[in-house]
């Protein structure tokens, strides 16, 4: 069974930093393209961000509003994707969920349950 | 950036009923949308992808279709769990974008 978990959400301070993990399991996850994508309270879903596998030199694509400001990184050997967010903004108060890219597309197949990270001072 | 716009943002309806959801592209995308459906404070759960093809365990009772930029997804008889808010989605290029979403509500 694929299962997605994060971890790593909390409150911090407007130009802090965190890092969100997300721990796979159930699936090879060196195979996959994996995304983070974030839900503000009570608003849609919004992409953040992207990272390639090795065979496409772990290459990362963001969305303009965390460019600069976020990156992505996946540890193959730990089965381990991360979110490192610095600069942090109000508006990226948010439930970020992890999610796995299918093999066949890019369109998102299986989703972790999301950890809230809220950013207020 | 391509812009999804779905419509309506919002519809009422009863069990039993046929509903029809749908997201157009500011341009053309091809056949690279996916539909989500996403219940209070859980995670979207794939339902469609290629705006066609049905992820592995959902009901055929959801059906997606079109190309370009017009799509609808269909839900072919409403259920009680099927009251939710659903998002289309374009892969056709980055950043990847969702519709706004259409939160189906019980009548």
């Known amino acids: 069974e694929v299962q997605l978990a994060e971890s790593g959400g909390g409150l911090v301070q407007p130009g802090g930093s965190l890092r969100l993990s997300c721990a796979a399991s159930g699936f090879t996850f060196s195979d996959h393209y994996m995304d983070w994508v974030r839900q503000a309270p009570g608003k849609g879903l919004e992409w953040v961000g992207r990272?390639?596998?090795?065979?496409?030199?772990?290459?990362?694509e963001y969305a303009a509003s965390v460019k600069g400001r976020f990156t992505i990184s996946r540890d193959d050997s730990k089965n381990s994707l991360y979110l490192q967010m610095d600069s942090l903004k109000t508006e990226d108060t948010a439930v970020y969920y992890c999610?796995?890219?299918?093999?066949?597309?890019?369109?998102?197949?299986?989703w972790g349950q999301g950890t809230l990270v809220t950013v207020s001072s | 950036d391509i812009q999804m716009t779905q419509s309506p943002s919002s519809l009422s309806a009863s069990v039993g009923d046929r509903v029809t959801i749908t997201c157009r592209a500011s341009?053309?995308?091809?056949?690279?949308l996916a539909w989500f459906q996403q219940k209070p404070g859980k995670a979207p759960k794939s339902l469609i992808y290629d705006a066609s093809s049905l992820q592995s365990g959902v009901p055929s009772k959801f059906s997606g279709s079109g190309s370009g930029t017009d799509f609808t997804l269909t839900i072919s008889s409403l259920q009680p769990e099927d009251f939710a808010t659903y998002y289309c989605?374009?892969?056709?290029?980055?950043?990847?974008?969702f519709g706004g979403g259409t939160k189906v509500e019980i009548k």
């Open positions: 990272t390639r596998k090795k065979t496409n030199s772990y290459t990362t």
């Open positions: 989605q374009q892969y056709n290029s980055y950043p990847l974008t």
């Open positions: 341009q053309g995308i091809s056949n690279y």
């Open positions: 999610a796995r890219v299918r093999s066949s597309g890019h369109s998102h197949d299986y």
